[in-house]
């Protein structure tokens, strides 16, 4: 097939770029000769179909999808192709630039096997290549379990990070999984909050539940962990949701390990089909566990100061230590209103200023959403109209629709 190419040497290519136009993505181009040489081709979006049915395709190892803020009106296409790579076992990596939280969940909820942001941090795409090539692990008693009850989900990790105190970032996890538990009339997916604030958590306060000495008896002893020592440490709200609240008593951040939040985050996507994540302020040891983990990374900022210097300096750690930094969804909270000129002219300059993008603006919701806290409330059940409450459900309701027609289709 010409447009896939291969090369004079007659060598079997093991990898295909799929793109609009690779050449809009030239670091891909130099990590791909880097890691195989001269072993790859590349292919357009409508080529790829065929060329998956071409006996050249049988010794494919995977291909990298690579999708900018153009592709978003071609997701039916971008998921057709993750479909029939899936069935020819084709590992997928999942390539973007400058694509909405909503149609990365889509993609990664269709099959996709890796993703990587765009441009490419150093050594990321071998990375993801040795993680897809990586074993399965052997399951444990308690997941072999109950992978036999036919009861294994392979839930969406959504994950809220306040880049600075007060910054809503408690309120955007705790609505964001009840408008989760609630988008949908006629289905009722399993969501799941956890509040990893182990010190200052407060989403049992905004959920006017109390804290129980079970959640520091599992966090302390995770290998010990299973299904029910875990449902056990939960709580139920209104019947839609289920909660781990932080501990009962403050304790140290580094109570924990990357391998325990790695067992939780493990147990909770294998019971729900949505886990929201409530983190600390503070960076810690296990914060790039749940960074690589999430699916989509909600950084929670405000237009002011110190949510610029948190952005930058957070922005200088990750990339000092090769991490994902382009991950991150920035959420801006009290945005200015559509009417606000001046206002509007200071978030672009914000965003242009520290090299990031503003990818959700939530308007100020006011006194309302401090009282729905206080009255352990979402602001659903307390605040229905407020805009804040409305684009929070907007957000869900995008995120719900889509990742269930992905595990229709699966």
Not at 180 to 196: F, N, W, Y
């Amino acid at each position: 097939m010409t447009s896939a190419k291969t090369h004079d040497d007659g060598t079997a290519i093991l990898a295909c770029t799929i793109s609009r136009d690779v050449q809009n993505f030239d670091l891909l181009i130099e990590d791909m000769e880097t890691i195989l040489g001269e072993r790859w081709g590349d292919l357009g979006f409508a080529e790829a179909l065929a060329f998956f049915s071409q006996p050249e395709a049988e010794n494919l190892e995977f291909v990298a999808l690579a999708i900018d803020g153009e592709d978003e009106d071609n997701l039916s296409l971008m998921g057709e192709i993750i479909s029939q790579a899936k069935e020819k076992n084709i590992k997928i990596v999942l390539i973007a630039e400058d694509v909405t939280p909503a149609s990365l969940h889509q993609l990664l909820r269709k099959g996709a096997d890796e993703f990587v942001p765009y441009p490419l941090p150093e050594g990321e795409l071998q990375e993801a290549i040795d993680r897809m090539n990586k074993p399965e692990p052997v399951a444990t008693t308690a997941v072999a379990a109950q992978a036999a009850q036919g009861d294994s989900k392979e839930g969406a990790l959504f994950v809220v990070h306040g880049l600075a105190g007060g910054v809503g970032s408690t309120t955007m996890a705790v609505n964001l999984a009840w408008e989760l538990a609630t988008a949908s009339d006629k289905e009722a997916p399993s969501v799941c909050v956890i509040d990893l604030d182990l010190q200052y958590g407060s989403v049992s306060t905004y959920l006017d539940l109390p804290r129980r000495e079970t959640v520091f008896e599992m966090l302390s002893d995770t290998t010990s962990m299973d299904d029910d020592v875990f449902s056990q440490a939960l709580q139920t709200y209104e019947e839609k949701l289920e909660v781990l609240t932080a501990p009962s008593d403050m304790v140290p951040l580094d109570l924990i390990t990357p391998e325990d939040i790695e067992r939780v985050i493990e147990i909770a996507r294998r019971k729900f089909d949505y886990v929201v994540v409530d983190m600390p302020t503070t960076l810690v040891h296990w914060s790039e566990t749940v960074l690589q983990a999430a699916h989509v990374y909600f950084a929670m900022i405000e237009l002011d100061m110190r949510s610029a210097q948190n952005a930058l300096r957070l922005k200088r750690a990750l990339q000092a230590e090769e991490l994902p930094f382009n991950k991150l969804r920035f959420a801006l909270n009290r945005a200015p209103k559509f009417t606000d000129l001046n206002g509007k002219g200071r978030v672009k300059r914000m965003g242009e200023s520290l090299g990031i993008s503003i990818d959700l603006q939530l308007p100020d919701g006011g006194k309302p959403v401090m009282q729905s806290g206080d009255h352990g409330l979402p602001l659903a059940k307390s605040a229905a109209k407020n805009p804040l409450r409305r684009e929070i459900a907007k957000l869900a309701k995008s995120l719900h629709s889509l990742g269930s027609s992905s595990a229709e289709a699966a």
